[in-house]
């Protein structure tokens, strides 16, 4: 007769550990240090207002206003460092 798998097994049930250790780290890392991460930069703020931008005006008049006030806030960002 074919004997019948039950359960995870030996292999499924390291994966499943090595998961919730992996997930368990990163949930330490930014509950405990949250200030070792760093900011994310006036460039990256700047992609990705242009792509909200793209995805929420559909008259070009409208997104060329958006993409200026992005434009404005990224020169502000980087006149503040």
């Known amino acids: 007769m074919k ?3 039950r359960g995870l097994g030996a292999f499924g049930t390291l994966v499943i550990l090595a998961l919730a250790g992996a997930a ?10 949250p200030d070792s991460v760093s900011a994310p ?3 990256s703020h700047l992609n990705s207002c242009i792509a909200i931008c793209r995805k ?9 206003e958006c993409q200026d006030t992005c434009q404005r806030n990224a020169s502000a960002c ?3 460092r």
């Open 3 to 5: 004997k019948l798998q």
């Open 41 to 43: 930069s006036c460039k």
């Open 56 to 64: 929420t005006t559909t008259e070009a008049p409208a997104a060329q």
């Open 78 to 80: 980087e006149a503040k």
């Open 24 to 33: 368990g780290y990163y949930i330490y890392k930014s509950v405990m240090e």
